[in-house]
Nanobody, 122 residues
Framework: VQLQASGGGLVQAGGSLRLSCAAS????????TGWFRQAPGKEREFVGA????????YYADSVKGRFTISRDNAKNTVYLQMNSLKPEDTAVYYC????????????????WGQGTLVTVSS
């Protein structure tokens, strides 16, 4: 599975962005998909994850209520809708695919996209 994240950019605090994670490979719908982010000088952190059929989603406390993950398996794409963005959301965002038990631990994800930069200005 190859993943391509896109949709990043510069946005003002309080604004919104939608990131996309497009996958190649017909088995993508068999994988859970997670979003992670890494800010400059900080470790990579979990943002959220969605199970392979989209029946369940999981979020970090820092984004709960502001971010929403969804997927369209017919399009081999997972989305991260980010609302009420804050300057502390500034980071490179990565999508990853893993077993359906994958949640916040990045070690459970076998496939990673290249990342897309989100910058939130104050």
């Amino acid at each position: 599975v190859q993943l391509q994240a896109s949709g990043g950019g510069l946005v003002q605090a309080g604004g919104s962005l939608r990131l996309s994670c497009a996958a190649s490979g017909r088995t993508f719908s068999s994988y859970a998909t997670g979003w992670f982010r890494q800010a400059p000088g900080k470790e990579r952190e979990f943002v959220g994850a969605i199970t392979w059929r989209g029946g369940a989603t999981y979020y970090a406390d820092s984004v709960k209520g502001r971010f929403t993950i969804s997927r369209d398996n017919a399009k081999n794409t997972v989305y991260l809708q980010m609302n009420s963005l804050k300057p502390e959301d500034t980071a490179v965002y990565y999508c990853a695919a893993g077993s359906n038990y994958a949640r916040a631990d990045p070690r459970h994800y076998a496939y990673w996209g290249q990342g897309t930069l989100v910058t939130v200005s104050s």
